[in-house]
């Protein structure tokens, strides 16, 4: 939670389906400015699943994903590396300027900022046991460089991934990523952006989106298939942190006009919200 004198902070994590269109990047990078003319401080993280799967096939290599993880051989990181530090940061940092945003893009191993060691296999019962390849566990956010950013009016924007001590590189899911920075850094919120803005009992129906998730529905909603796939680890880890000092987590669509000012007003008629109660 916010401590004594100190600008609030958001912690964003933004998906590279958002980051497609420049229009949306433009969108988010409005928002974002939107919070700091208020007084916030702002962490920025990306991801860029489909920007790295078109580089990937243009490479001539096939994505590979199981139980919605990537599979990262020496090959695809080098791919990782082109496509996430390259043209989606690039991209995203020049539409934040353009917005008046003072953006320092950046990636997990500026700094050791984000300090991981490899996977473990993984033993996935009847599939057998996984090496992931060059993927990441995080084991360290370091906290005081991001502060020492956001003490300059800067906006860092990292790029997820992650270096060891002894340098090496490793792919890290930007879920898991922004999870351990928004701990770390005890933000008061945490905005999760996906195209679709937030879970809906029914997503064909826009009057079906939960505007509050506790620990009990997600699990029900789970159950019943409403919450799927890469969405079940997203939510569980994400109410998790709320034990972790995380003030606030929402679910939105980042480039939706006056959506951040809405959300960090407590509205309600954006996102979805996790909440133990």
Known sequence: MAELNRNPLAVIKVGGDTLLDPKDRLGLAQNISDLLAVGWHCVLLHGGGPQLNRLQELHGLAPIKIDGRRLTGEADLLVVKQALCGEVNVDLVSALI???VSAFGCHGASGLLIQATKRPPIDLGVKGVLDFGEVGDVVNVNAPLLRS???ASVVPV?????VSCDGRIFNINA???VAAIAAAMKADLLILS???GGIFEDITKPESRLSVVTPQIAEQLIGRGVITDGMIPKV???LMLLEQGVGSIVIANASQAGGFLSIASNSKN???RLSHS
């Open 149 to 151: 950013m956001l003490e």
């Open 175 to 177: 879920d898991t990523t």
């Open 236 to 238: 569980r880890e994400s």
């Open 270 to 272: 954006i996102g979805t």
């Open 158 to 162: 990292i790029a997820s991934l992650g």
């Open 194 to 196: 996906t195209k679709i």
């Open 98 to 100: 353009a917005s008046g």
